[in-house]
Structures are given as C-alpha cells and as structure tokens.
Nanobody, 128 residues
Framework: QLQLVESGGDLVQPGGSLKLSCTASGFSLDYYVAGWFRQAPGQEREGVACISHQGYYSTYADSAKERFTIFRDNSKNTVYLQMDSLKPEDTAVYYC?????????????????????WGQGTQVTVSS
C-alpha cells in the first residue's frame, strides 16, 4: 500500500515550536516533490511549503517565510516541517502531499491538483 503518515502535531502556546514529520511507506520519496498544506475549520486548504525531490529548492507561503522550514531526508523516506514562532492563526490540520517526478526547478503551492498522494493530517493547535 502507498501511504503517507504525518506526525508531530500538538497543542502549543503562541511563540512555541513544533516539528512535523511525514513518512512514506510502500514507495520511495526519492523522485517525488513533497509539500505541506493546512486547513483550518471552515477554511479552504492552503499551501504552506514544498520542496524539490532532492531538497535543492523550496517554496514557502508568505505566512510561513522566516518561521517555517521544510526539509527532507530521503534515506529515511521522510519529509519534515519545522515550525517556529507559532501563532494562533497557524492552527489547522496539516497535511503532507507528494507529486511524482522528478521535476526540475522549484516546486509550486498554487496547483494542489498536481499532488498525487496525501496523508491523513495531523492537528496543530496554537493557543494560550
């Protein structure tokens, strides 16, 4: 079976940090673009960050720049999202998704339909 499993979501106070993990099973991430997306209750899903298949390029939403870092360890078949300086508006279910490649150059967060597989999500709640 092809699966993406997210972990690391938690309840955290504003200003805190979390590191999310996305581990693939049943296939190798070596040739896949990977991205993190999030969806708050009553809101549309939005892109947060994505990374090229070898990790050479990354793209961030404006809300994530300077606070979040996406990186990957293909030897562990895992993609990470390090989140620092968390704000209440970061509260959402965070999803990992991957796109078959490899694709040259930077990845995109605009067209979510490009992504082939999605995880079930992990809840991040930022509240004081």
């Amino acid at each position: 079976q092809l699966q993406l499993v997210e972990s690391g979501g938690d309840l955290v106070q504003p200003g805190g940090s979390l590191k999310l993990s996305c581990t693939a099973s049943g296939f190798s991430l070596d040739y896949y673009v990977a991205g993190w997306f999030r969806q708050a209750p009553g809101q549309e899903r939005e892109g947060v960050a994505c990374i090229s298949h070898q990790g050479y390029y990354s793209t961030y939403a404006d809300s994530a720049k300077e606070r979040f870092t996406i990186f990957r360890d293909n030897s562990k078949n895992t993609v990470y999202l390090q989140m620092d300086s968390l704000k209440p508006e970061d509260t959402a279910v965070y999803y990992c998704a991957v796109e078959r490649g490899p694709l040259p150059g930077p990845c995109t967060l605009v067209d979510q339909g490009r992504y082939d597989y999605w995880g079930q999500g992990t809840q991040v709640t930022v509240s004081s």
